[in-house]
């Protein structure tokens, strides 16, 4: 009977020690991170980062803008990570659902924060408390310029009879943007300060959609950036009227500058939006380094350098302190141009 007894103590001993192990190491093995606490071991105290898959959370819907600048380069980063960069689009709120959703989950730089120039102004515009300034900018990607779009069958062949519509009857002319905060709704308030027409703005979860709302004449117009509408503009389905920008754009010389129609536009230039991958503040000096790494190898590859070429993307590739000043000096030139506008408060 004791040899039973020790028989089966000992089996159920090794028995509880294989569950440990196996415990152990599936949690371990889970890709796709989006909370743990346990930040020392998933961003490598114990090995090499990464050792899984990387979220990359796109905070506006597919097809947009930064979608189409993220993915390819995600493809290009992925190689020298060694692990997939596994894209989501989580769009809401002016991008400020997917920018919590990464400051919410762990600091261990499994969650990527792929996003555009709006968490700049969460604060001022009552968004969210969150801003840039709760995030470390891993990889600065570039900025842009953007127009005034109408669809191809729109009654208006120049911004000044857009302004003259929404003049002669204030509210009704629709504008598609992408929320407060958003590219459409900053360029809505610069619009409003010089020319003084007001708008009906309808919100929509992506630059896409909102071009795509003005394509099939939902709404009148709408701000797009070029890399979002060339396409489009070259089918003939989308018409640049004007471009916020104080030199001709080289891939569409024709497109007159809005300057040439309200000289006094002149004070909100340059201005356009930027891209960058971000991870939450606190997260591992080594982690950003090696993610900086593979980002900065991965942007200037010629294939990458092409895709931006083509959508007229001012490449920058900043990392660090250079990235930190541009964001900072963005900030402070569209705070002011907004509180001039009257859409923010002077304080």
Do not use: H
């Not at 993915?71 to 769009?91: C, D, F, H």
């Not at 459409?184 to 979860?205: K, L, R, S």
């Amino acid at each position: 009977m004791k040899k039973i007894l020790a028989a089966a103590l000992a089996a159920a001993m090794a028995l509880s020690m294989v569950a440990c192990s196996t415990t152990g190491s599936s949690t371990q093995g889970q890709s796709g991170n989006t909370g743990s606490n346990n930040s020392a071991q998933s961003s490598g105290g114990s090995g090499a980062y990464p050792t899984q898959n990387v979220n990359g959370i796109v905070q506006w819907g597919a097809g947009g803008g930064t979608d189409s600048l993220m993915r390819p380069l995600s493809a290009l980063a992925e190689k020298n990570l060694g692990k997939s960069i596994v894209i989501q689009n989580m769009t809401g709120a002016t991008g400020s659902v997917a920018t919590q959703y990464v400051y919410d989950a762990a600091t261990d730089g499994y969650n990527l924060l792929m996003g555009a120039e709006n968490p700049a102004l969460y604060d001022v515009l009552g968004i969210s408390e969150l801003t840039y300034d709760n995030f470390e900018c891993v990889y600065l990607i570039g900025d842009e310029v953007v127009g005034i779009v109408v669809g191809k069958d729109s009654p208006y062949s120049s911004f000044t009879e857009i302004v003259d519509a929404a003049k002669a009857a204030p509210g009704t002319i629709k504008l598609s943007t992408t929320g407060t905060g958003g590219l459409p709704w900053e360029v809505g308030a610069f619009i409003t300060d010089v020319t003084g027409a007001e708008f009906n703005q309808v919100p929509y979860d992506s630059d896409a959609s909102a071009k795509t709302a003005v394509m099939s004449g939902e709404c009148a117009f709408t701000v797009c950036k070029v890399q979002s509408g060339i396409e489009d503009w070259k089918a003939g389905d989308l018409n640049f009227l004007c471009m916020l920008s104080k030199e001709p754009v080289e891939i569409m010389k024709d497109v007159p500058l809005i300057t040439e129609e309200y000289p006094d536009f002149e004070k909100y230039l340059p201005w356009g939006p930027f891209y960058g991958v971000f991870v939450k503040e606190g997260t591992d000096a080594a982690v950003i380094e090696t993610l900086a790494k593979a980002f900065s190898e991965a942007g200037p590859a010629e294939s990458y350098q092409e895709i931006l070429g083509n959508f007229n993307i001012n490449f920058l590739g900043y990392t660090g302190e250079d990235a930190k000043n541009y964001i900072a000096s963005w900030r402070e030139n569209t705070v002011n141009a907004l509180k001039n506008s009257g859409a923010l408060e002077q304080q």
